[in-house]
């Protein structure tokens, strides 16, 4: 059970509810948004979501003793430069990675750009940032902790991991969420004062680097080796033009 009080106490959050069951929490998030929501950030924590989503409206596999949450947060929390914006995907895999280092002994997370959490080439987090009409961010994740790839999809059981089944053991959530929070508000904080050093702590945990990639954005596509992740959160592919810049796009190996 995710201590509220404690979080709220704890951490930057403002105000935090729990519900047992949602379709999204990024969902939820949005609607109170709508309703006027004033206290910010206000965190949404569900056990279980029955319509959990990605980037590029990919499906997220939403099992029981996962940790599930939304942020509702204003802009000035995270970047107050409306062209920092694109990086607050990037700090928060930052602030995943950092959390869940220590936990993991050896076994050291990576940063797949923009913003996916891997441990061994496998997933571990799912991360889904929203900017709504006012430039509030809703800022969905998605950890697996406690839950096991023995209940996963079949499709996902070469692709996916999860606290529970690298370290062998259950985590309290809350220990783990307050300290994800933590992390988060010195990964803002990064964004708004330091965005170079926040790039730099990405850099340093790129899984791409050295590797032929193509980068796919709309219709178009590039390929080269990445480079790892520039001063400004691009990701960086040597190309027979030189080393080009891309600050959007997803990457698969080619």
Not at 97 to 118: F, K, R, Y
Not at 147 to 153: E, I, M, Q, R, V
Not at 164 to 181: E, I, P
């Amino acid at each position: 059970m995710i201590d509220l009080a404690r979080i709220v106490q704890e951490t930057f959050v403002a105000q935090a509810e729990h519900h047992p069951t949602l379709s999204s929490t990024n969902d939820r998030a949005t609607w109170c948004a709508s309703r006027g929501a004033k206290q910010l950030p206000l965190l949404v924590v569900a056990d279980q979501q029955t319509a959990g989503r990605g980037r590029g409206g990919k499906r997220w596999w939403s099992a029981p003793g996962a940790l599930m949450f939304s942020l509702l947060i204003e802009p000035d929390t995270v970047a107050a430069d409306r062209d920092r914006s694109p990086l607050v995907a990037l700090a928060v895999a930052v602030a995943v990675a950092e959390t869940v280092a220590p936990l993991l002994a050896a076994q050291s997370p990576g940063i797949h750009w923009p913003n996916d959490v891997l441990v061994n080439g496998r997933k571990l987090t799912g991360i889904l940032v929203e900017v709504l009409a006012d430039r509030r961010h809703v800022i969905g994740i998605g950890l697996n902790t406690n839950n096991t790839l023995a209940d996963a999809p079949a499709e996902l059981q070469a692709t996916a991991t999860t606290l529970r089944d690298l370290a062998g053991q259950r985590f309290d959530q809350t220990d783990v969420l307050v300290d994800l929070l933590r992390h988060l508000a010195d990964a803002f904080s990064m964004l708004r004062d330091d965005p170079s050093a926040l790039s730099a702590r990405a850099n340093a945990r790129c899984t791409q680097r050295g590797q032929t990639v193509t980068l796919h954005w709309g219709n178009q596509h590039k390929t080269g080796v990445c480079r790892g992740i520039g001063a400004d959160g691009a990701i960086l592919l040597e190309t027979a033009a030189g080393v080009e810049r891309f600050h959007s796009g997803t990457t698969s190996p080619q």
